[in-house]
């Protein structure tokens, strides 16, 4: 079994109208809100601004699957944007199920006391936090990293 591999990573969740950015620490025990990124033609171009600032060595992108665990349309637009991240910042990028992290990023929003309508903005970042938090603990657990890399471009 391979061994958890030390690093700073970072987690994003890309949505139609915002992509929620996350990071942990070298040793992957607290993944904590970056930042929400509008969805525009400057979002690839402000992760990875993100990355030279964190100096990740992978970048996690949550890829929305159905409860079946089959492809929805948006799985196909996070499957382009993680490619786009990873031709544009040269590192390694893995697509990790997140079926839940929106969910349970509302979820804990609401029982913190957050309305609906004052989450918005930071329901993203709590996503990609769930999600890369998720990923680093199935790494430790497993001692393999999570979710499928995204293939670089030639």
């Known amino acids: 079994m391979g ?17 929620g950015v996350a990071r ?3 040793d992957g025990m607290l993944a904590v809100p970056v930042e929400t990124v509008p ?5 690839v171009e ?7 600032e964190h100096e990740p060595i992978e970048i996690v992108v949550g890829l929305p699957l159905n409860l079946r665990g089959d492809d929805t349309p948006s ?9 786009a991240v990873a031709a544009r910042c040269a590192l390694p ?7 839940l992290s ?20 930071v329901v ?3 996503a990609a936090v769930v999600l890369l938090q998720h990923a680093v603990d199935s790494e430790k657990t497993t001692g393999s990293p999570a979710g499928e890399p995204v293939p670089l471009p030639e």
């Open 102 to 121: 929106t969910v349970t990023a509302h979820a804990a929003l609401r029982q913190s006391g957050r309305t609906q309508k004052g989450s918005r903005k």
């Open 24 to 26: 942990c620490d070298r």
């Open 75 to 83: 799985t196909a637009d996070a499957r382009e944007f993680a490619a």
């Open 46 to 52: 402000r992760i990875a601004e993100l990355v030279a």
């Open 3 to 19: 061994e958890f591999r030390r690093g700073v990573r970072l987690g994003i969740d890309p949505g139609k109208a915002r992509v």
């Open 39 to 43: 969805r525009d033609e400057r979002s």
């Open 124 to 126: 993203d970042q709590v």
């Open 93 to 99: 990028v893995r697509l990790v199920d997140e079926r």
